[in-house]
């Protein structure tokens, strides 16, 4: 299996899949078909099936598809099956909210550090973490090996920023900039923009 | 011009042209091209012109786009050429970061108001808006019409809430709870949750 060859679009769909199977495990659900997990994340049963058919042979014709198993290898696939450290880089109103946000973990993902430029935040607690300084982050990040940040700075530094980070190793960014980043080829970024998401349901209003 | 016509996937780049072309405005960039706007957003430029295309002819040959003119069109197009009322429902720490959030009135949206159910919570001011009680929601947006919500509570309780706002007129919906959400088909959701980004990103570490 080449990671490169499965279509972008399809990983996009599989972090859904996984999200709403887990939902169906934690309501004590064993088994589901392509048909009901479509009705659950509003996508056709056929496009299901040939997107996990990408992977092999998960689903068994009449039974359907055992949720513990296509979990596990959805956590496989998706290299969620073991935990990642992740740093906030902003400790604004969003760094907030996400260094609180209690659903990362059962998601594979660990906040481990949050940093800030302002002398203020600097050593205040938020959670459990105590906000770091900004001038630290390449030094931090090296010395971890940190390979996943989330930018929740303003648009006008979020380009340096986004400098440091790669140069330091970061190879994912979720930004949360309203601006678009440029970033080497092997660095992955995803945007959280909610104006621009907003901007595409007006379209249909 | 029908808008069903037009791929819901060029209506998803479409608000990521106007960034940053609106980001090259505050600069003081009065013209661009599909090469250099590619640039910025990470998109070919050919697949700008193609996209740009399909609503009419808005550049020239050789002088490439103006600015100004661009940003009317998309923004006449997307509409947000006026100003939207948003409500908030959910006033924990991704509510209060909406409410607080500066980006949203100069891209077409105004925050107006924002719910809670915790009685801890009503009442109290977040900016300007002071929290209104979630039991009032129904009526509060049938009396004003509203059209557009940001759901940041438990996915627990986001498909009842839901319900609460498709009854009550709701057509688009921004939501932060971690779960699909089932709506008829006259109305629109888009989905942020971090989680799934960073799970799309982790596959091609």
Do not use: C
Not at 81 to 104: E, K, N, P, T
């Amino acid at each position: 299996m080449n990671a490169e060859k499965i279509p972008d679009i399809i990983i996009t769909r599989l972090p859904v899949y996984l999200r709403a199977l887990q939902h169906m495990a934690d309501q004590g659900i064993k088994t589901t078909s392509s048909q009901e997990l479509g009705e659950h994340v509003g996508i056709s049963a056929a496009q299901i099936r040939k997107d996990i058919s990408q992977f092999g042979e998960f689903g068994k014709q009449g039974t359907g598809y055992s949720i513990p198993y296509l979990l596990d290898k959805l956590r496989e696939i998706l290299k969620v099956d073991r935990l990642w450290d992740v740093i906030i880089v902003g400790a604004g109103d969003m760094g907030h909210a996400l260094a609180r946000y209690q659903g990362f973990a059962n998601r594979g993902f660990n906040v481990v550090m949050i940093f800030d430029n302002d002398k203020e935040k600097i050593g205040k607690k938020i959670g459990d973490l105590a906000v770091e300084d900004m001038a630290n982050l390449e030094e931090k990040i090296k010395s971890t090996g940190i390979k996943i940040a989330m930018l929740t700075i303003p648009a006008s530094v979020a380009q340096e920023t986004t400098d440091t980070l790669v140069k330091a190793g970061v190879k994912a960014i979720l930004n949360y900039a309203p601006i678009s980043l440029n970033v080497p080829n092997n660095v992955k970024v995803q945007y959280i923009d909610p104006a621009t998401h907003l901007q595409k349901m007006t379209y249909y209003l």
